[in-house]
């Protein structure tokens, strides 16, 4: 294990140096201070442990590590290991990373520098952290893997032999005649799914046949993920048969299956690499099983690490793969001579047509919108539209300029415009004779589509702005210590925006070398839509206002000028290229590590957390916006007056009201907006930021421009144009903000006029 010594030579300076900087007890120069940290980081070096010391004591503790304690696997891992570790009178400790590499190692140097006798885990790392290991093993303390393993690392491990299991699954299906199989495994970075693959691959190779690429899909080991990809899977055809390496992802695999309208084993054989349990046969009621015990497996584990500690210096590495599958093989029926056709919805000889505003939602409904065909037996054409282009389309087509739509999708602020222009029929009625109520929806969004106590829509996608920021760089130790340094805070989610710039300045590294990212903040600026709403918070936590109380513009206000003053100094710590993208580019760009702080609304948190997922070194935080001031976002979906398929469209409308395409909805495109599904437990285990959202979208402010008897003083885009203007001149003019908004405000008052600004009363 490295020491203090070793530590100074890797960066050139004296041990003292080095003990000044870790314990901050004296000034160190910023250039000799990086090349310590640098030096702590490249040796893995812990100082405030002794691997010499530690070998002399005893805690009679074994640690336990597990990745993810939602696994059944796992959990029955944890219970065996328990109830077999406190037999032998040793207490546990444990932990669990959720899959990421930085957790699991700080977890490791933890448990090591405590004085653990032995640590018992489930990695998420792979052989690219090899360095680390080599660290840990100066500690001379056992570490037992357990299922996963690093390759190419001298490790003791105990796991099941999952290549020798997946080739003779494979072979057996091969070997009666079924071709179009497909496997779903977790990451390949875990050795037991790599060595899964392999064995599926080398079972077709053995037959003179190839497993394509795409027969093979890595996803998370959980039900939702999988259920996700399965339903990806069926939209492109359907295999005759789909090999599940977990329990969730089997659960996942068959309600996707079902939800297509496909039957188990008649249409479709799920196989299920996974534990059996004393009440199920072989043969489950979806799933054909092949039977592997957790528990024997554990038994195993923690007989090896007692014989490791009590015997450390006699021990060679232990290395045992277990063959106790059970798999009844007779199970297998012969290949069908020719697979049936997919059911999907008869004749469809109905027919509906859909504008859609691109948005995440999008991938909700690709794969939701099969399961409505086939049950309605209605076949739905759909036209995604850029949001900045909607408006203007919906007027053409009142205008017969296009051809008409049936059912459209409207911002939600545009409702009160829509509805005065006789754009939206009423749904009143059809609600009623549906008992459809929509008093389950989130209260804050019923002013989406209720206009004068009428509803005119039905509400499609919902929610608020969070904060996402990097929590693996804020919880790092040294940029930490580095940020209280500069402005004697604490490093954390910012709580209002100036303390966000001083965050976004010190993650920039054009005024921050040391930075890990290049910027600190993203900026959408690419339309006046998505530039608004960058602007507003801002504006409304600062306490500014575009308008009185009688409709009459007050851009000018030292309010307002603050506001715009603040988010310019915020482009400092941004991309340059800021007012040309989009929102979609800055989660992109948050994604792949360009910056630390993102400000988005919830609907890409599906989105975020996958990716969160696949990378095993990083972890996202979420948080309310600073100010809590949150534009109110989202859409809803009308009807037109004049469509010829109303039964049609109210079909649909009724479908995509239900409680469970809602569950789907918000699991797929993140957009929650029934209550209930803010406070469904499994979907709260899944998704720990539904609570930000619900609460965000309870503090949201309504985007609607100012309004006179009920109708619109100005339209939407028009006010969006206006919002924008002061900051896109400020930035191309190097005008200053209070300039900017004086020019603004004179074009204000002229465009208020025009279209009606109210006279002040008595006047």
């Known amino acids: 294990m490295a020491s203090i010594k070793d530590v100074a030579l890797r960066a ?6 080095v003990s000044n900087v870790l314990n901050q007890t004296k000034a160190v120069s910023a250039e000799k201070r990086e090349r310590v940290l640098e030096a702590v980081r490249e040796l893995n070096y ?27 696997f796992h959990t029955n891992l944890f219970n065996t290991f328990s109830s077999f570790i406190q037999q032998k ?5 444990v932990a669990f990373t959720d899959n990421v590499i930085s957790t699991e190692q700080q977890m490791i140097n933890r448990m090591l520098s405590q004085g653990v006798d032995g640590i018992i885990l489930t990695t998420c790392q792979s052989e690219e952290e090899s360095d680390f290991w080599k660290g ?14 690093i390759p190419n690392v001298t490790v003791n491990y105990t796991g099941f032999n999952n290549y020798k299991t997946l080739y003779e699954v494979t ?17 390949l970075q875990y050795s037991s799914e ?39 899977l069926l939209h492109s055809g359907r295999p005759q048969v789909i090999i599940c390496t977990s329990h969730e992802i089997a659960e996942g695999i068959t309600f996707a299956v079902k939800y297509n309208g496909l039957k188990p084993f008649q249409d479709l054989l799920i196989i299920e690499i996974g534990e059996e349990g004393w009440d199920h046969s072989f043969t489950s009621a979806d799933t054909l099983i092949v039977s592997r015990s957790a528990s024997r497996l554990a038994e195993l584990s923690a007989e090896r690490m007692f014989n490791l500690i009590e015997s450390p210096a006699f021990s060679d590495p232990v290395y045992i793969e277990m063959e106790e599958d059970q798999f009844a093989a007779d199970a297998i029926s012969r290949a069908p001579a020719s697979q049936p056709a997919a059911k999907y919805g008869g004749s469809r000889q109905k027919h509906l047509r859909i504008m859609m505003i691109q948005d995440a939602s999008e991938y909700a409904l690709t794969l939701m919108l099969p399961h409505f065909e086939q049950k309605a037996g209605i076949r739905v054409d759909y036209e995604v539209i850029p949001q900045n282009q909607a408006l203007g389309m919906i007027r053409d087509m009142y205008d017969d300029k296009i051809p008409p739509y049936d059912l459209m999708m409207y911002d939600n602020h545009w409702v009160n415009y829509m509805v005065q222009n006789h754009y ?35 509400p499609y996608t919902g929610g608020s702005q969070m904060l996402f920021y990097r929590q693996d760089l804020f919880e790092n130790p040294v940029l930490a210590e580095a940020y209280r340094r500069m402005h004697n805070l604490p490093l954390r989610p910012p709580r209002t925006w100036t303390e966000f710039n001083h965050i976004a300045q010190f993650f920039t590294r054009r005024f921050n070398p040391a930075s890990p990212t290049p910027y600190g903040a993203t900026f959408a600026g690419a339309t006046d839509e998505t530039m608004s709403c960058e602007i507003l918070p801002r504006l409304w936590a600062l306490g500014g206002k575009l308008w009185d109380a009688y409709s009459r513009p007050t851009f000018q206000s030292n309010a307002n000028q603050n506001a715009y003053q603040l988010l310019h100094e915020t482009l400092q710590y941004t991309d340059d290229t800021r007012l040309k993208t989009s929102l979609d580019q800055t989660v992109l760009d948050f994604l792949g590590g360009k910056t630390a702080m993102l400000v988005a609304f919830s609907e890409y948190t599906p989105q975020i957390i996958r990716s969160e997922k696949h990378d095993f070194q990083r972890k996202i935080g979420y948080y309310h916006i600073p100010g809590r001031k949150t534009v109110s976002a989202g859409y809803c979906l009308g009807l037109n007056p004049f469509s010829e398929a109303r039964r049609e469209a109210f079909d649909f409308l009724e479908w995509i009201s239900d409680q469970n395409t809602k569950y789907l909805f918000t699991i797929f495109s993140g957009s929650p907006q029934l209550t209930t599904v803010f406070h469904n437990y499994e979907l709260q285990r899944l998704y720990p930021w539904l609570y930000y959202t619900e609460k965000s979208i309870q503090f949201s402010q309504d985007r609607t421009p100012p309004l006179l008897r009920n109708r619109l003083v100005i339209p939407p885009n028009q006010f969006e144009q206006l919002i924008c203007m002061p900051l896109r001149r400020m930035v191309k003019e190097g005008l200053s903000a209070k300039d900017a908004l004086e020019d603004t405000q004179k074009e204000a008052v002229r465009v208020f006029t025009m279209y009606g600004m109210p006279k002040r009363r008595g006047t």
């Open 46 to 72: 812990i100082p405030n442990a002794s691997a010499r010391d530690l070998k002399r004591k005893t805690s009679r503790t074994i640690g336990v590590i597990l990745s993810d304690i939602k696994s059944q």
């Open 424 to 458: 939206l029929a009423e749904l009143t009625e059809f609600l009623d004779e549906k008992q459809i109520d929509l008093s389950n929806y989130v209260p804050e969004l019923r002013r989406n589509y209720i206009v004068n106590r009428r509803t005119y829509g039905i």
């Open 136 to 149: 840990a093993a100066s500690y001379q303390i056992p570490i037992l893997f357990v299922e996963r393993r």
């Open 12 to 17: 050139g300076v004296s041990p003292a140096t």
């Open 89 to 93: 009178g040793y207490g546990i400790q």
């Open 194 to 232: 790599a060595e899964s693959v392999r064995g599926f691959r080398e079972a077709f190779a053995e037959n003179g046949l190839t497993a394509a690429d795409d027969t093979v899909t890595p996803v998370d080991m959980i039900k939702e993920s999988a259920m996700e990809s399965c339903m990806e």
């Open 171 to 187: 072979s057996q299906l091969l070997e009666k005649g079924y071709r179009e199989i497909a496997l779903f495994c977790g990451s």
